[in-house]
């Protein structure tokens, strides 16, 4: 869910900073291998060849974005399962502080009850 908005945010972004710029790759190079003469016919007031190469670079920013956004969050995600499942396993003695197994009713140095 969070990777969708992710996308739709920088697709937006840089639809809109290519429709400003239209140089900026791979937009231009992308619209070249359609082979589609440039047209200024305006679609929303904006020429038809800007529009696309605009949303060509939208779609292209936004998919990159979205998967090193999508990598990053499975590597945290990661680490946090790790560090719950550390303190789930062990547990410490009420009576001295020793470190115990965490099933374990009483405690293996003094033993207490748990
Ligand atoms: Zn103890």
Known sequence: MKGAIVFLVFFV?????TLQYATLPPGRELYKILKVPDTDYPVIGI????LVIALFNGIMYGII?????????HSRKGKKTKTAKKTEAKKFCINCGTEILDKSKYCSKCGAAQ
């Open 13 to 17: 972004l840089f639809t809109a900073i």
């Open 47 to 50: 020429p038809a060849t800007n």
């Open 65 to 73: 974005v979205w998967v090193i956004f999508t990598i990053l969050d």
